[in-house]
């Protein structure tokens, strides 16, 4: 699996889980939105005497009738959020010809499906709309990504920069976890610098190399450091 491949898989699983905490979400947001459909409208009181009922002044309300208090219909924006994004992973879906694409089945799964039958270049395109989702949803529901630092009597090198400064990201099931590779800053404070793939012969190892790429490894493939971190 190229690494276009693994950020693309991580990205996926990360904007599952980040949209079913907005389904939590909404489903909250629409229980509270019934219980105050179903309370009991305030009753307005007589404009002469404050009563509540009709006194047969000409300023009442028709005699014998209440008016009462009219609430306008209250939006759930984490359903109208959830739907947003379900309907770009559907259409996701169908630009890349995801098999089931089209028939109302979860998106996320038909994406993950597509991926390994992806060219690399095409799975970088996808990668990019996932993260930019993913990010999208959990900024707006206030949740970081789902990731651990690599811990140790010595935290693991990186095997391409030597910074220690590896993470693994936790989103789905175990056999889809990956690790990457935060950087490091320059000496005295510098700027950050990101750790990327050189190509053929970087010494990250990775099997279809990529220049340019954020480095990513599977979970299982880091000198087996990751073997101790749990969720």
């Not at 030597?162 to 976890?177: D, E, F, I, K, Y």
């Amino acid at each position: 699996m190229t690494p276009h491949h693994l950020h693309a898989t991580a990205a996926a699983w990360s904007l599952a889980d980040a949209r079913q905490h907005l389904a939590q979400l909404a489903d909250d947001e629409a229980a509270q939105i019934a219980a105050e459909a179903r309370e009991e409208p305030a009753l307005l009181r007589s404009p002469v005497y404050r009563s509540r009922h009709a006194s047969g002044s000409h300023s009442d309300p028709v005699g014998g009738m209440l008016a009462t208090a009219t609430r306008p219909d209250r939006r759930n924006r984490w359903a109208e959020m959830a739907e947003r994004a379900t309907g770009k992973l559907h259409w996701l879906a169908q630009q890349i010809d995801a098999p089931g694409a089209g028939l109302g089945l979860d998106p996320i799964t038909l994406v993950l499906s597509a991926l390994p039958m992806l060219q690399p270049g095409t799975t970088a395109v996808v990668a990019k709309h996932l993260r930019d989702e993913d990010r999208w949803v959990r900024e707006a529901i206030g949740i970081a990504p789902d990731r651990a630092p690599l811990h140790g009597p010595i935290p693991p090198a990186c095997p391409a920069c030597r910074a220690r400064n590896l993470h693994v990201q936790t989103a789905g099931p175990q056999s889809a976890w990956t690790v990457v590779c935060d950087g490091s800053r320059e000496p005295d404070g510098g700027p950050h610098r990101p750790c990327l793939c050189t190509g053929t012969g970087c010494p990250c190892g990775m099997d279809g190399a990529v220049e340019g790429v954020a480095h990513i490894w599977p979970r299982d493939a880091v000198l087996g450091a990751v073997a101790g971190v749990t969720r």
